[in-house]
């Protein structure tokens, strides 16, 4: 049986005022199943990093709802918010953003500290132990190569045992033999412990990780994918997309069926 | 998420600023008045009743000599006490090689004499020769080289007196016999009362309170300290206002530097703080963690500004008493008190500078933690914006309020207030002024400066806040300098050119190394001459304070011709003449008009005159508060001192003066005020410019390290290593030139309200005089530091080749 861990009704976004106004989400709803790995993509400006910031409770939406594991983000002030998005929420940033004075550990257990708790140190050895860097703890990010740095973001969004994990540009910012390892290990996630993903991206082979892909054209959703995702099956969708915006006539994409990895 | 380096600015501050306040308040807890070593020996000492208000450092109203031996006999009479013995104080000064010594000048006590009995209240013993006993006999002091049997000249008030030395002590003054000091000082202001073996002072004392009753003070133990010389205390007085005046400023400086540095800090962090905002830190949680390390940084820059004030405070304390702010008697005690309020002061001042930076802190948004390049958005916050606005309105009411004033001393104080609010509230605003002040520089940058200009121009329109933290130390600084010295000096020639007009004589004879003139010396020049006395006048009910006055004994005719402000509004004063005549001055007359009923004074031998007025004057007519013939003020006051002698054509001057023009008269009337004036003047702004200075550098420094990337990606653009310290000077010569050009608006729009006040006041137009050479001098600091705060670290980070060092994406 599967639930739905986040929803987004009715999402609108605007940014800037006068001429210079931006609709950055223009009425988007959809929800993200309970263990499950989702993809978003689109081209630039298309709104993806909004849907995410909002859905995470980053950024607040001007119109629309975001449910999380049952509780609705509007109606939470800026404490509660955040002490929602410390408990129930892990993100991983495109940068890596880890502190930069702090060890790998350090950086790990910091959102439990916040919280107040001091975890036990087999629960931070056994969430570095989890992304392969259990030998690493004590160096800090400057020590670090871009892989092992994302990989330690991934542990620290994973140590309050969240219910989401939002994921942006992952592997944005790193190799490619390093995406495939931070892409397998969210995909680990989800496949080993029911964990809920949802990953912004514009790289189509990252996406084919993903159980379900989203398609954003200019702050509207445009397109899904279920079922059969590979690289070269979101990128021939996004190649045809970029011919004919209006998504009408639509191939039978699920006919290309090739394993994903 | 403590770093120690970004911290070193406030740090540096807070302690600088603690071992300030830490000096300061030790030197004011440790200037308690002194018991004179000439009365130490006196257990109780009985003081005629005090006059005026505490600051006004007026003597008390003595008592006359039959009250006084009345007194000294009913006292003696009391259990307990051995003896007791009016002291009596007058003008005498020895004369060495003919003229007074060089080092009387300073010391009031070099020139004083008492009766001999009084050396038995500081228990003072003979080193050679035998007491005073007749007439022309003095005990000397034993510093002044003479031998018993010596003849030695005494100039007192008549004039040069010959004398005989019969004895030597080792005490500043001189000893005649009992009954010359009797003729001398008629009236005594202090009776001491030497105890029996084991009587309780205590207790002797409040026996002696009931004997005196409201006529006068007994005093036992410290409060004794209220018998220390006139000069004394009105010089602990100026040094007490320099040092709470400089522990306040720097207290307020303080505040301001680590706020600055502070603000700047978090503005720096802002990636990082929204990271730890996105993954979990309340706004709470950042507001806690800023203000920790304020007040970590607080507590540790306290404790050692604390240790460093505290070992500095001797030092201080001899420099005070070498330029005269202290009186030589001064000396440092360690007390508890000022030592525990300064430990308290770093953590506060530090609380209160973070406390801006924590508010700013917890409002950053988690988002920020994924914005890429440091780009400042709103510049400026409304709240800031109002608070500002409210800051200048409070300084330009205060501006209006020093230009209206009456009262010099209110005006200072207003003025004071008006640029502490000014400045606060220019600060508050930099950000909002920086851009449009950017602007208007820029036609000349952008037509000179090529390149360089495009980006010092834009680095200053984008960072506003940087820019504005980085000027608004100078702006502190330029506009503090400019109005204090500014405000000093002009008051100075105004007051100068006032004197001067209001003289219609060719020369002035001044007193020389002596306290003043002798009669004999003002016969000598046949001018006319001011002798002043004070004398005392009760307050008419239901106040029954003592009123102290200053009043000058003159010659009516020679005094009208010599000022020209003289104005008489009631009477006349050709009938200024014979024993018993007064004219007041518009306040000191008890009503408008001729009061028809007598005016009762008390003179300085304590005797009660019922006196005729005979004519009013208005308040400026007179350097004082009433006019008395000159034979009055001799019959009651047998010391006084003449102060000036007005003469037509330039004479030989007589023994113990000197002659001088009437506009160098009018410059050195108050000079030794000026000069300590001038000093804590220099002082306070030098306190100033040296926060400015660590300010300027402090945020200097941050930003360099901030912009290293920044500069990299120029170098790699094709800059050359020069072009790149070109850029830099440019950009802190332009942030300095911003904040003095600021600075100096702010001060020039309160120096010109205090010109109002001041022309107002002095009834003349006034120049407004600028102390150049000192702006230039602060000015030209703050420059200095802040080329070679940014031109170093530049320098450094430019060794190395650019494409060494990754310029992309920086960790967390």
């Known amino acids: 049986m599967t639930t739905d861990t986040v929803t987004l009704t009715g999402l609108r976004a605007v940014y800037g005022t006068g001429t210079r106004r931006v609709t950055a989400l223009d009425g988007v709803t959809t929800s993200f199943a309970s263990g499950t790995f989702t993809a978003v993509m689109g081209p630039s400006g298309s709104g993806k990093s909004t849907l995410l910031h909002c859905a995470a409770g980053l950024d607040r939406p001007a119109e629309g709802t975001v449910t999380i594991d049952g509780t609705s983000l509007n109606d939470l002030g800026e404490d509660a918010l955040t002490r929602l998005r410390r408990d129930r929420i892990g993100f991983v940033f495109q940068a890596f953003n880890l502190v930069s004075t702090l060890t790998a550990a350090q950086n790990v257990e910091l959102p439990l500290r916040l919280a107040g708790r001091r975890p036990p140190a087999r629960d931070v050895e056994a969430a570095l132990d989890a992304v392969g860097l259990a030998d690493r703890a004590r160096h800090r990010p400057s020590e670090l190569s871009g892989g092992e740095q994302q990989r330690v973001a991934v542990a620290r969004a994973l140590i309050t045992r969240p219910v989401v994990v939002f994921a942006d540009e992952p592997t944005g910012a790193l190799d490619s033999a390093a995406s495939r390892q931070v892409l397998r290990l969210l995909r680990g996630l989800v496949d080993d412990h029911g964990q809920t993903v949802v990953m912004v991206t514009h790289d189509p082979a990252a996406a084919a990780y993903a159980d379900r892909v989203l398609l954003l054209a200019d702050g509207r959703l445009a397109d899904e994918l279920t079922g059969g995702i590979t690289a070269a099956v979101v990128a021939a969708r996004i190649a045809e997309r970029d011919t004919d915006p209006t998504g009408i006539s639509r191939p039978a994409a699920d006919a290309a069926v090739e394993p994903s990895c | ?812």
Not at chain 2, 24 to 44: C, E, I, Y
Not at chain 2, 235 to 255: D, S, Y
Not at chain 2, 654 to 661: Q, S, V
Request: glycine share 10%; charged share 15%.
């Open chain 2, 1 to 812: 998420m403590l770093s120690v380096r970004r911290s070193a600015g406030a740090f540096v501050a807070v302690a600088i600023g603690v071992a300030l306040v830490t000096a300061a308040t030790l030197l004011l807890a440790s200037g308690r008045p002194q018991v004179p070593d000439r009365l130490a020996r006196a257990a109780v000492v009985v003081q005629s009743p005090e006059a005026g208000r505490a600051d006004s450092f007026a003597p008390t109203r003595p008592w006359s000599a039959a009250r006084a031996t009345e007194l000294a006999g009913r006292l003696a009479g009391l259990p307990g006490v051995a003896a007791a013995i009016p002291d009596r104080t007058f003008y005498a000064q020895p004369l060495v090689d003919g003229r007074p010594p060089a080092s009387d000048g300073q010391r009031e006590d070099a020139h004083q004499g008492h009766g001999w009995s009084s050396a038995r209240l500081g228990g003072l013993r003979l080193t050679a020769g035998e007491p005073p006993r007749r007439p022309g006999e003095v005990v000397v002091d034993r510093a002044l080289g003479l031998r018993p049997g010596t003849p030695v000249t005494l100039l007192t008030a008549a004039g040069p007196e010959p004398y005989t030395v019969t004895g030597l002590l080792d005490a500043p003054g001189v000893h005649v016999a009992d009954d010359v000091a009797a003729t001398l000082a008629p009236g005594v202001r202090a009776i001491g009362l030497m105890l029996a073996a084991g009587a309780d002072p205590e207790r002797v004392g409040a026996e002696a309170r009931g004997v005196v009753g409201g006529d006068g003070r007994v005093l036992t133990g410290d409060r004794r300290g209220a018998l220390e010389p006139r000069g004394d205390a009105r010089t602990r007085w100026i040094g007490m206002q320099v040092l709470t005046a400089t522990a306040a400023l720097a207290g307020f400086v303080t505040v301001f530097v680590a706020a600055s540095t502070f603000a700047f800090t978090v503005a720096q962090r802002r990636r990082e703080l929204g990271l730890l905002r996105a993954v979990g830190a309340t706004p709470r949680q950042i507001r806690r963690m800023v203000h920790r390390e304020a007040l970590t940084v607080g507590g540790a820059a306290g404790l050692a500004g604390l240790l460093v004030g505290a070992a500095l405070t001797p030092a201080l304390g001899r420099v005070l008493v070498d330029v005269g702010l202290e009186p030589a008697t001064f000396r440092v005690r360690y007390v508890l008190w000022p030592l525990a309020a300064s430990l308290a002061v770093g953590p506060v001042v530090a609380l209160l500078a973070g406390w801006s930076a924590a508010r700013r802190a917890a409002r950053i948004p988690p988002l920020e933690a994924l914005r890429e390049a440091a780009v400042e958005q709103r510049p400026i916050g409304r709240l800031r914006v109002a608070a500002g606005a409210l800051l200048l309105a409070t300084g330009a009411a205060l501006s209006l309020g020093t230009a209206t004033s009456d009262d010099a001393r209110d005006g200072a104080t207003y003025a004071l207030y008006a640029v502490m609010a000014l400045v606060t509230g220019s600060t508050v605003l930099a950000p909002a002024i920086v851009g449009p002040a950017v602007r208007l520089l820029r036609s000349p940058v952008r037509r000179r400066g090529g390149a360089i200009g495009l980006l010092v121009r834009a680095g200053a329109l984008t960072a506003t806040r940087r820019t504005a933290s980085t000027a608004a130390p100078v702006l502190l600084t330029v506009a503090f300098a400019v109005l204090v010295s500014g405000m000093v000096l002009t008051t100075t020639a105004a007051y100068t050119a006032g004197r001067a007009d209001n003289v219609n004589a060719g020369w002035i004879i001044a007193p020389d190394r002596a306290p003043g003139l002798s009669d004999r010396a003002v016969a000598a020049t046949g001018g006319t001459a001011l002798l002043p006395t004070t004398v005392f006048v009760t307050e008419p009910e239901p106040s029954t304070g003592i009123r102290p006055l200053n009043a000058l004994g003159v010659d009516p005719a020679g005094f009208a011709e010599a000022n020209r402000v003289l104005d008489v509004v009631a009477g006349s004063l050709d009938d200024l003449r014979g024993d018993d005549t007064v004219a007041l001055t518009a306040s000191a007359a008890p009503a408008p008009g001729l009061p028809p009923e007598p005016y009762p004074v008390v003179f300085a031998d304590g005797e009660r005159v019922p006196l005729r007025v005979v004519a009013v004057v208005t308040d400026i007519s007179v350097p004082g508060d009433l006019l008395l013939p000159r034979a009055v003020v001799r019959a009651y006051d047998p010391s006084a001192l003449t102060s000036t002698v007005y003469v037509r054509d330039r004479v030989d001057p007589p023994l113990g003066a000197r002659i001088i023009d009437v506009p160098a008269w009018a410059a050195e009337a108050d000079r030794a005020e000026d000069r300590l004036v001038w000093l804590c003047t220099l002082l306070l702004i030098g306190v100033s410019a040296g926060y400015g200075a660590i300010a300027v550098a402090n945020t200097l420094l941050l930003a360099a390290a901030g912009r290293a990337a920044d500069l990299r990606l120029i170098r790699l653009a094709g800059a050359t290593r020069r072009q790149v310290l070109w850029l830099v000077t440019a950009e802190s010569a332009l942030v300095v030139l911003i904040g003095a050009v600021l600075g100096g608006a702010v001060a020039f729009a309160g120096l010109l309200s205090i010109r109002a006040g001041l022309a107002e006041q002095v009834g003349a137009t006034v120049d407004l005089v600028v102390p150049w050479p000192v702006i230039g001098a602060v000015v030209g600091l703050c420059l200095l530091l802040a080329v070679l705060a940014s031109v170093l670290p530049t320098w450094r980070l430019l060794r190395h080749r650019p494409a060494r060092s990754a310029v992309g994406i920086v960790a967390g």
